[in-house]
């Protein structure tokens, strides 16, 4: 690695203070504060606290509701990060065969996906409009009355397709690039080892695009567990009584709707180890399987 | 092992860039061709299109008795060296060398074995667990040609494999090649720009030229009878000094000399002369035909070479170091070392004073200067 030389070593520091105090502000203090406020009960109308211990804890791990939603949302982030990964990198690898060599075109298309993903977004929640949705009609045509907002199931799948379908425009260009940075001589010497194509993509394709799909598997995590909150919110529209939410749902819900500040401090402690043993697991053994150039 | 047969093939990329144009070359079965040209001359794209990585855009190419233009790289039942070795940075040494083996569900005793034998011959036994980035560019390089070796194919292909390899590593690579070719006896087709990589590793050697076959021939074939002035620049080092002179009946008029042939070439009036550096003598005051007026000399050790001018054409001549440099110097050469080229299109005129060992330095009349 190359060492730079500062001329106070004070510098450094300098340089990285913005950072820090951004991540200091909007994450240490928040993550101290609700891991302080975890271990009280609030009272509803601000009129003090009581120290409850770990009993937050114990109401909240064993609720069967919050277990209930524990599971959807581990169903849900699995289904949302493999098909948001499975379709994009399906899509990349038929894009990246047409477009070698014509950089114009590749760069059209890049541009055009690097600005969907709100667009994109937009769009999935208006697939499932309960008026205008065209899916919601598609679904009628066939018999099914799809009742988003309202019915567990159709809520649920609405949501894993809009977050799906918002995901795969940022895993496609990653996937795209991942693959465009595999040297032309490696596929031909490939071309000329393995006669099919399924072959050479699960033989070379796929370990050469290792950090790459390392990286976004860690990033479509996070991202089916806390930014899907956004779908979730339009879908749910705060009548969470019938239909299925994740876990950060509930933190939201129960923090500010019921709020039992708490119980969701308790609740996101419990998110933040969850995140925190899930990122250490996937550094240690996956990583270590990963080949870096 | 096969014969290789390149038909009429021609390469038009989109756009209308011509590379490669009509080139036929027939090549035996466990002969060593070597593809030799300037860069950007197309040797690259003709050997990609035989090994079926770039589509021919019109021709044949025949591999053994089987015509390849629409059968894919995998089924050409070729092997090709790349330039950057393009090893399969996930995989070991022996995963390498295996892949093509699986792949083609060989069985696994016989890949083990194979890889041990390719390993033994290109001493890459201690490596086989390592991973390409954990070798020296001299043992990627063999592995690339281990990869090569394992298949045992009709034809190996190689793309400058030894231009990434600093001067010494490359040329006992170019040693080891060589003779495990010969040991093989593989069919082989080598692209380089160094014309004396081609030079001590072709069977024969295919000049190439502005994507055209500018000679085919033996190197020491072409080496002496270049066929066009500009495979005479090409291949020797130095390149061969082109001069223009004056041909009357069968007298050489060069610069300020006038030189007696002792035969007429088939041509009169202006031609290019072909002077290798090394066929030219040097004589102190005015002994020689030429007179040499000397610029500055390149010491190389066993020889020099010395850059002048001869009348206002430079001239550069290679003699022994242990020779004095004189004051006043002038060159000779024997007349049947002379080449003669069409002083319009370049190609060789043959005459019959050529290669016929000249008893004595011709006469000479050297004009006033
Ligand atoms: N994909 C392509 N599209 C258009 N022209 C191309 C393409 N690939 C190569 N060319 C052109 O074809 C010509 C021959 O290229 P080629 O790669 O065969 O040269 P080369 O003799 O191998 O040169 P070098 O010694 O530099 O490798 C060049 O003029 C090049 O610009
Ligand atoms: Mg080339």
């Known amino acids: 690695m190359k060492r730079v030389q500062f001329s106070s070593p004070y510098l450094p520091y300098l340089f990285i203070a913005p950072q820090m105090a951004i991540i200091f502000v909007f994450f240490y203090w928040p993550s101290v504060q609700a891991i302080q406020s975890s271990f009280y009960l609030e009272d509803p109308f601000g009129f003090g606290s009581t120290f409850v211990g770990l009993s937050n804890y114990s109401d909240a791990l064993g609720s069967v509701q919050y277990q209930s939603i524990a599971r959807f949302t581990l169903l849900f982030t699995v289904l949302v990060t493999f098909l948001s990964l499975g379709i994009g990198m399906l899509l990349a690898v038929k894009a990246d065969a047409v477009l070698k060599g014509s950089s114009t075109y590749k760069t059209l298309l890049i541009w055009v996906y690097a600005i969907a993903p709100p667009v994109a977004g937009l769009m999935g929640m208006m697939f499932f409009d309960q008026h205008i949705g065209p899916l919601v009609k598609l679904a009628a045509f066939f018999g099914w009355d799809m009742k988003v907002g309202l019915n567990y199931n159709d809520t649920a799948i609405a949501m894993i397709i809009v977050s799906v379908w918002k995901q795969i425009p940022y895993n496609f260009i990653f996937i795209l690039s991942g693959l465009q940075g595999i040297p032309v001589s490696i596929r031909e010497a490939a071309a000329i080892d393995c006669r099919s194509g399924m072959r050479r993509f699960w033989t070379m394709t796929l370990p050469l695009l290792a950090p790459t799909a390392f990286f976004l598997l860690i990033i479509n995590m996070t991202y089916s567990l806390f930014d899907t909150f956004g779908v979730i919110d339009v879908m749910v529209k705060d009548k969470a009584a019938n239909n299925p939410i994740t876990l950060v749902y509930k933190v939201y819900m129960d923090g500010f709707r019921g709020n039992d500040l708490g119980g969701s401090s308790a609740q996101s402690v419990i998110l933040m180890i969850v995140v925190f043993v899930l990122t250490i697991f996937q550094f240690r053994f996956i990583e270590r399987r990963v080949h870096y150039n | ?369």
């Open chain 2, 1 to 369: 092992m096969a014969s290789i047969g390149i038909k009429d093939v021609s390469k038009i990329y989109n756009g209308g860039v011509t590379a490669v144009s009509s080139v036929s070359i027939d090549i035996a079965d466990g002969e060593f061709i070597v593809l030799v040209g300037p860069s950007g001359c197309g040797k690259s794209t003709l050997l990609r299109m035989v090994a079926g990585l770039e589509a021919i855009s019109e021709g044949s190419v025949t591999i053994g008795d089987r015509v390849v233009n629409e059968v894919d790289p995998a089924d050409r039942d070729i092997a090709m060296v790349f330039q950057n070795y393009a090893l399969y940075p996930h995989m070991s040494v022996y995963e390498n060398l295996a892949y093509g083996l699986k792949n083609r569900r060989t069985p696994k005793a016989e890949i083990d074995a194979r890889v041990a034998e390719a390993a033994r011959m290109l001493e890459l036994q201690p490596y086989l667990e390592r991973k390409p980035r954990a070798l020296s560019g001299g043992q990627r390089q063999r592995v690339a040609m281990g990869r090569a070796i394992v298949r045992k194919p009709s034809a190996f292909l190689f793309d400058e494999p030894l231009s990434n390899l600093d001067a010494k590593l490359r040329v006992s690579m170019r040693g080891e090649i060589k003779r495990l070719q010969r040991r093989v006896g593989t069919t082989s087709i080598y692209v380089t720009h160094d014309q004396l990589e081609a030079m001590t590793l072709a069977d024969r050697l295919v000049v190439l030229s502005g994507g055209k076959i500018e000679q085919i021939g033996r190197p020491l074939d072409v080496y002496h009878r270049p066929a066009t002035t500009f495979v005479a620049s090409f291949i020797g080092s130095p390149a061969m000094n082109l001069v223009t002179g004056e041909l009357h009946g069968s007298k050489l008029a060069l610069g300020p000399a006038l030189i007696d042939l002792g035969a007429t070439v088939p041509t009169q009036g202006a031609v290019t002369v072909g002077l290798r550096a090394e066929d030219l003598h040097i004589h102190d005051g005015t002994k020689g035909d030429l007179p040499f007026r000397i610029d500055y000399v390149e010491e190389l050790g066993s020889q020099r070479l010395v850059h002048g001018v001869v009348g206002d054409q430079p001239l550069v001549a290679a003699i022994p170091s242990e020779i004095p440099l004189p004051e006043t110097a002038s060159l000779s050469i024997a007349t049947a070392k002379l080449h003669f080229f069409d002083s319009k299109s370049g190609q060789r005129i043959d005459w019959v004073g050529e290669g016929a060992i000249a008893a004595s330095i011709p006469a000479m009349e050297v004009a006033a200067s």
